[in-house]
């Protein structure tokens, strides 16, 4: 069966850097777009980053353009997600997702706590 987990979150200082991995598992990884979101105190999911499945082609939410980075390892079935910079508005549960045929895939979710 499909299985993501999400793991690297953590609590880390305003500024300070975290990267958060997602391991796939039980369907053909490298044909499929993967996608980090994130749901914050009170807030509604929102989409972080998304990356296509071959070309690798990215799209971020504004508010973390140049401070994130999405990624996979198509060898490793993993996606990543570098996030620098980091702010106290960053702080929630980040979940990757993967869209297949018909329906939405989910991790368990890893919680980052940004905060001095």
């Known amino acids: 069966q499909v299985q993501l987990v999400e793991s690297g979150g953590g609590l880390v200082q305003p500024g300070g850097s975290l990267r958060l991995s997602c391991a796939a598992s039980g369907f053909t990884f490298s044909r499929f777009p993967m996608s980090w979101y994130r749901q914050g105190p009170e807030k509604e999911r929102e989409l972080v980053a998304h990356?296509?499945?071959?070309?690798?082609?990215?799209n971020y939410a504004d508010s973390v353009k140049g401070r994130f980075t999405i990624s996979r390892d198509n060898a490793k079935n993993t996606v990543y997600l570098q996030m620098n910079s980091l702010k106290a508005e960053d702080t929630a549960v980040y979940y990757c997702m993967t869209h297949l045929i018909v329906n939405d895939y989910w991790g368990q979710g890893t919680q980052v706590t940004v905060s001095s």
């Open positions: 990356i296509t499945a071959s070309s690798g082609i990215t």
